[in-house]
Structure formats: structure tokens, C-alpha cells
């Protein structure tokens, strides 16, 4: 399958401070997926980009696809507590989901 | 609600003995499923796409002997490890496909001793 690279693979966030986490492929995605994993649970779904240059929000997350369709990004302002858990970026082909390594953000009150 | 379960949630078995989980799609038909593998700290990784009437995929690396996939019906998709060993240890995640994104099931957190 289609490798994904993710970076930090860690982020510690004071509460109320943004971050940013990054997706990297070599080669050209047809789209990209994120999902959330909260600390004991299972992926859920966040959103799905397709479009070259997308940029997509969701109230406080903003998922952007970039030009060349090889890099994606996920930037969360003001964190929050219940932003806890682990973001995947997903490359997704024929239906088979090429997951990146996470980035487990944690958040200091 | 849940798309998709997953039983049992927690499994500890001895080391040498099979151990089957099971998944059900609950609102959906599904012909096609997928199994994950999560060790500790680290990512998802695909191990075979189950369908059902026919074989199971295999990804490479993954030994169809050891994990067994039936896709009976179009509502359950089983997977036995068979002759656990502690590296089997891990959390299996069993998902249906959606319009384009996939369903997880809670996984289930298998335990070899």
C-alpha cells in the first residue's frame, strides 16, 4: 500500500495553545482521510480530502491537502481536554487504508 | 450508534490455543470487511481483507494459516488466531467500508500468556 509518513509523533499541548500535525507521502494521493483514537478506543472517522489545495473545517480543526496531493495537515486551535487521543492521517486505495504512525497529543490543563 | 461490533472485546488465552473474534456489521450488509492489528503505541496495520462466499486477502507478511478469516454471511467476518503465542498479543480491529470512509468495530484486545 501507498506509504505515509506523520509527524511529531508526539505532542504535548498546553490547553488553549494550538498545534499542527503533518502527513508526507512520496507519491501522489488520490485522497486522504483522517480519524481520531481516543486512548482505549477505535479509529473514528474525521473527514476525507480529495481536492488538490483543500482545505476543509470542522469547528476548531482545519484539514488542508496540498497542492501536489502529497502532504496533508491537521491544525487544532485552541486545544481543548476532550482533544486527547491520537490522530491518523489514511491513504486510502481501492478501499485498503494505508494508515501514518499517529500523533498521540496529550494536553496539559 | 455502532456500525459495527465486535466480540469479544477483551480475550486472554494460553499460549498454543486458537482464539476466534467475531465481527458483525449491524446496519449494513457488508461483502467486503478488513482486520487490523494495533500493537501497543503504534499504528494501525492491515492484515486481510475478508469477502464474503470467497477467500479472504492476505496483506504480505501476514500468514493465512495462523489467521483464519471466514466471511460466512454478509453481516459476520471471523477471525481465529490459531496456536497463540505471546507475539500475537495485540488489538485486532475488525471495519466495514462505508461511502468512503470506514467503520471500526471497538476492537478487541487479545491477551497471550
Known amino acids: 500500500g501507498q506509504q505515509v509518513m506523520q509527524i511529531p509523533q508526539y505532542q504535548h499541548v498546553q490547553e488553549g495553545e494550538d498545534f499542527t500535525t503533518y502527513c508526507n507521502s512520496s507519491t501522489t494521493l488520490s485522497n486522504i482521510q483522517w480519524y481520531k483514537q481516543r486512548p482505549g478506543g477505535h479509529p473514528v472517522f474525521l473527514i476525507q480530502l480529495v481536492k488538490s489545495g483543500e482545505v476543509k473545517k470542522q469547528k476548531r480543526l482545519t484539514f488542508q491537502f496540498g497542492e501536489a496531493k502529497k502532504n496533508s495537515s491537521l491544525h487544532i486551535t485552541a486545544t481543548q481536554t476532550t482533544d486527547v487521543g491520537t490522530y491518523f492521517c489514511?491513504?486510502?486505495?481501492?478501499?485498503?487504508?494505508?494508515f501514518g504512525a499517529g500523533t498521540t497529543v496529550t494536553v496539559r490543563a | 450508534g455502532a456500525v459495527v461490533s465486535q466480540h469479544p472485546s477483551w480475550v486472554i488465552c494460553k499460549s498454543g490455543t486458537s482464539v476466534k473474534i467475531e465481527c458483525r456489521s449491524l446496519?449494513?450488509?457488508?461483502?467486503?470487511m478488513f482486520w487490523y492489528r494495533q500493537f501497543p503505541k503504534q499504528s494501525l496495520m492491515l492484515m486481510a481483507t475478508s469477502n464474503e462466499g470467497s477467500k479472504a486477502t492476505y496483506e504480505q507478511g501476514v500468514e493465512k494459516d495462523k489467521f483464519l478469516i471466514n466471511h460466512a454471511s454478509l453481516t459476520l467476518s471471523t477471525l481465529t488466531v490459531t496456536s497463540a503465542h505471546p507475539e500475537d498479543s495485540s488489538f485486532y480491529i475488525c471495519?466495514?467500508?462505508?461511502?468512503?470512509?470506514?467503520?471500526f468495530g471497538p476492537g478487541t484486545r487479545l491477551t497471550v500468556t
Open positions: 471495519s466495514r467500508q462505508g461511502p468512503y470512509e470506514q467503520y
Open positions: 489514511a491513504a486510502s486505495n481501492d478501499y485498503k487504508l494505508s
Open positions: 446496519d449494513f450488509q457488508a461483502t467486503t
